[in-house]
């Protein structure tokens, strides 16, 4: 009996991918409009519908650092109708910091591939006076705690990657959190904060224009965008080299037949020459990978926040 119920859902798992999708798939983005990852989700979105014959609904569903959103790909039915963006926050810092998070990162999601790295950045304000991490490093050790540096919230990916570098340097700068990206760039190009870190497209068209001094970006080898500025790793604190990353899931036990089907159509999006032109425009890198690689990936990512959470204190109740 067991054997033939079995064989009943393997071929009801086949007809149901032979047929999908027969409806538009609804993509939820756990952040709102505007930022790096509701970009990413539509310019891959956009092509992923034309690929699989029905459109790729974009749904925003913001709050609580990208908690809110995820939970709700996590309680969606596992039948390919709703995907949804995984990133470093919801896939990594936030399971590493919230013990009563609502869903759990890797048991409750079906991964499917990244879709695009993106580098993060670090900047000061040119009043700082300095040019590089080196003379960063150096001011902070002669003052420690009087050099700020802004995030986007207690918690955030700004606030890890801040305190990643403090552990990594054995330095001791300021904490200033704000409420979103947009104030703490703000207060930062005024120079009431000496430091920011930050994705990379937000604060590029600063650091172009002089109103930041970039001192080190999250990247394998320099950007075109901005030749003068040093990977991490060849500043000498490679523990910040990881770029960020945005990927797309599924809720828990999406059946493989489908799972095929949209990770092929994700490989087509990202393969489009006006996809990879444009995500590369904002600073991004087209990405791709096979699920099983990419939930190790994220596997490795809440490891890696757990440790810094760890070394820092750093805890949401």
Not at 205 to 219: D, E, I, N, T
Request: charged letters at 15%; aromatic letters at 6%.
């Amino acid at each position: 009996m067991k054997t033939l119920l079995l064989g009943l859902a393997f071929f009801a798992a086949t007809a149901t991918a032979q047929t999908y999708p027969s409806r538009p798939v609804k993509v939820i983005v756990p952040f709102p409009p505007g930022g790096t990852t509701d970009i990413v989700a539509r310019l891959v979105a956009e092509r992923l519908g034309t690929t699989l014959g029905q459109p790729a609904v974009i749904e925003n569903r913001a709050g609580a650092g990208g908690a809110l959103g995820a939970a709700e790909i996590a309680r969606a039915a596992p039948d390919g109708y709703t995907l949804g963006l995984a990133t470093v926050s919801t896939h990594g810092v936030n399971p590493a910091i919230n013990p009563k998070l609502p869903y759990d990162a890797l048991s409750d999601f079906t991964p499917i591939s990244n879709l695009a790295s993106v580098p993060n950045v670090v900047s000061a304000h040119p009043s700082l006076g300095v040019a590089d991490i080196r003379q960063l490093i150096e001011k902070a050790k002669a003052a420690p705690g009087k050099i700020t540096y802004a995030s986007a919230g207690n918690g955030s990916l700004s606030h890890m990657l801040g305190e990643l570098f403090k552990a990594s340097t054995g330095t001791d700068l300021l904490h200033v959190p704000y409420k979103g990206v947009g104030p703490a760039l703000n207060d930062t190009l005024g120079g009431q904060v000496n430091v920011l870190f930050d994705n990379l497209p937000s604060s590029l068209p600063y650091l172009q224009s002089g109103k930041l001094r970039g001192l080190a970006v999250s990247s394998p080898a320099r950007l075109d965008s901005l030749p003068g500025v040093p990977t991490f790793a060849e500043a000498g604190v490679p523990q910040l080299n990881d770029p960020s990353w945005f990927g797309l899931v599924a809720p828990a036990k999406l059946p493989d037949p489908v799972l095929a089907k949209v990770h092929e159509a994700v490989t087509k999006a990202l393969a489009a020459p006006e996809v990879r032109s444009r995500m590369q425009s904002l600073g991004a890198v087209p990405a791709g990978n096979s699920p099983k690689e990419f939930a190790a990936q994220i596997r490795r990512e809440i490891e890696r926040h757990k440790r810094v959470a760890e070394e820092s204190g750093i805890r949401i109740e």
